[in-house]
């Protein structure tokens, strides 16, 4: 499986941003995928997760209320809807497949995208 985001970039603090992960080489529609991050001199932290199905979603506390993720199966594609962007949202964001159906954790990643950076200025 190969993984593609895209859609970081430069924005002012409040503004928004639309991240996508693009699946390729097999469909992930049976594993739960999620979204992490790592800012300049930090290590990588989770950001938001989405279930197999889609319905079932979970957020870090720095992020609740502000990103949405979401999936479409039918593309093989996930999306991370980033609004009210904070300075300290900037990192390189990474999204992942999980081997469960339900539950990211670093050990149960099978396949990382390459990373998408995303600058947030004051």
């Known amino acids: 499986v190969q993984l593609q985001a895209s859609g970081g970039g430069l924005v002012q603090a409040g503004g928004s941003l639309r991240l996508s992960c693009a699946a390729s080489?097999?469909?992930?529609?049976?594993?739960?995928m999620g979204w992490f991050r790592q800012a300049p001199g930090k290590e990588r932290e989770f950001v938001a997760r989405?279930?197999?199905?889609?319905?079932?979603?979970y957020y870090a506390d720095s992020v609740k209320g502000r990103f949405t993720i979401s999936r479409d199966n039918a593309k093989n594609t996930m999306y991370l809807q980033m609004n009210s962007l904070r300075p300290e949202d900037t990192a390189v964001y990474y999204c992942?497949?999980?081997?469960?159906?339900?539950?990211?954790?670093?050990?149960?990643?099978?396949?990382w995208g390459q990373g998408t950076l995303v600058t947030v200025s004051s």
């Open positions: 080489g097999r469909t992930v529609s049976n594993n739960a």
């Open positions: 989405v279930g197999w199905r889609g319905s079932s979603t």
């Open positions: 992942a497949v999980s081997r469960h159906s339900m539950v990211v954790v670093d050990s149960y990643i099978n396949y």
